[in-house]
């Protein structure tokens, strides 16, 4: 009668090895870091697009406020 409860207790347990019987790897820790930071750069690499953008817009504008003011006089 122990047999068959060891037998049983067994099947419930959870089986950890792969087919080959070696057991399997747990889950890397670096990988949910190195999603984050690249998600996290690719937010940084908009926000400097972003910036730049503005920047050319700002520069862009003012260039042209100097040419009227240099063809007004």
């Keep these: 009668m122990s047999a068959a409860v060891s ?3 067994a099947k419930l347990s959870p089986d950890r090895s792969s087919s080959s019987g070696k057991p399997r790897r747990p889950p890397r820790p670096g990988r949910h870091l ?4 690249a998600e996290d750069l690719t937010e940084s690499m908009h926000e400097e697009a972003a910036r730049l953008r503005d920047e050319i817009k700002r520069m862009k504008k003012m260039d042209l406020e100097f040419a009227q003011d240099m063809m007004s006089s």
Excluded: D
């Excluded at 190195?34 to 930071?37: A, D, G, S």
């Design 7 to 9: 037998i049983s207790a």
């Design 34 to 37: 190195t999603m984050e930071m």
